[in-house]
Antibody, heavy 123, light 108 residues
Framework: QVQLVESGGGVVQPGRSLRLSCAAS????????MHWVRQAPGKGLEWVAV????????FHADSVKGRVTISRDSSKNTLYLQINSLRAEDTAVYYC????????????????WGQGTLVTVSS | EIVLTQSPGTLSLSPGERVTLSCRAS???????LAWYQQKPGQAPRLLIY???SRATGIPDRFSGSGSGTDFTLTISRLEPEDFAVYYC?????????FGQGTKVEIK
C-alpha cells in the first residue's frame, strides 16, 4: 500500500534552516509528482511546493519563494523540503502528498498524504 | 491565483441530517479541477471528491460533489458519526494550488 512518512521536524530558532524528508513506499515514486502542504496550528491547509516526476519542474508558493527548495532523490524514494531563514509564521505541520498524475500528465489533486511532521520556529 | 471561499464556517448538525457545503471560486475553475478533502483532528486530510463530482476510491456514496465554473457543492446525504470533521475544497490544474479556509461540521 502507498505510504508517505515525513521526518525532520522539530523546534528551530528563527533564522536557521531545516530539511524535511518524506520517505515513499508502495508505489513507483519516480513516476509521480509530489507536493508539500503545510498547516499552521488551528489553521487551514496551505500548498507550499510541487516537483515533477523527474525533478525538472518545480513550483513554489509566493509565501515561501526564495526561502524554500523542493527536491527529490528517486534512488532513495525520498522527497525533500529545504526551508531557510525560518520565521515564526513557518510554524506548522508539514505534509507531503502525492499528485494523482503520472509523468507529464500531472498538476492534479492529491490522492495520498503522509501524517505530517511538526516544525516549530521559536527562540 | 484562484481564491476559494467556503461557507458556512461552521455547521452544527445531528447524525442523520443532510449537509450541503459551499465553495465559491474567485474565477472560473477550468475543467472542473476542484477537489474536496476531509480532515479529522490529528489526522492528515483525506481525498473525497475530485473533478468536482467523482468520488475517490473507497468513499461512501453518501458523499457527492457537484458544480462548475465558480460554484461548487459537497453534499453528505445522511451524516454518520464519523463524518464530523473539517472539509476543504481545493483548486488544482495550475500553480498555485489553493484551498478554501474550511468548513467545520460539528455535532449539535
Amino acid at each position: 500500500q502507498v505510504q508517505l512518512v515525513e521526518s525532520g521536524g522539530g523546534v528551530v530558532q528563527p533564522g536557521r534552516s531545516l530539511r524535511l524528508s518524506c520517505a515513499a513506499s508502495g508505489f513507483t515514486f519516480s513516476s509521480y509528482a509530489m507536493h508539500w502542504v503545510r498547516q499552521a496550528p488551528g489553521k487551514g491547509l496551505e500548498w507550499v511546493a510541487v516537483i515533477s516526476y523527474d525533478g525538472n519542474n518545480k513550483f513554489h508558493a509566493d509565501s515561501v519563494k526564495g526561502r524554500v527548495t523542493i527536491s527529490r532523490d528517486s534512488s532513495k524514494n525520498t522527497l525533500y523540503l529545504q526551508i531557510n531563514s525560518l520565521r515564526a509564521e513557518d510554524t506548522a505541520v508539514y505534509y507531503c502528498a502525492r499528485d494523482r498524475g503520472r509523468y507529464l500528465d500531472w498538476l492534479f489533486h492529491f490522492d495520498y498524504w503522509g501524517q505530517g511532521t511538526l516544525v516549530t520556529v521559536s527562540s | 491565483e484562484i481564491v476559494l471561499t467556503q461557507s458556512p464556517g461552521t455547521l452544527s448538525l445531528s447524525p442523520g441530517e443532510r449537509v450541503t457545503l459551499s465553495c465559491r471560486a474567485s474565477q472560473s475553475v477550468s475543467s472542473s479541477y476542484l477537489a474536496w478533502y476531509q480532515q479529522k483532528p490529528g489526522q492528515a486530510p483525506r481525498l473525497l471528491i475530485y473533478g468536482a463530482s467523482s468520488r475517490a476510491t473507497g468513499i461512501p456514496d453518501r458523499f457527492s460533489g457537484s458544480g462548475s465554473g465558480t460554484d461548487f457543492t459537497l453534499t453528505i446525504s445522511r451524516l454518520e458519526p464519523e463524518d464530523f470533521a473539517v472539509y476543504y475544497c481545493q483548486h488544482y490544474g495550475s500553480s498555485p494550488w489553493t484551498f478554501g479556509q474550511g468548513t467545520k461540521v460539528e455535532i449539535k
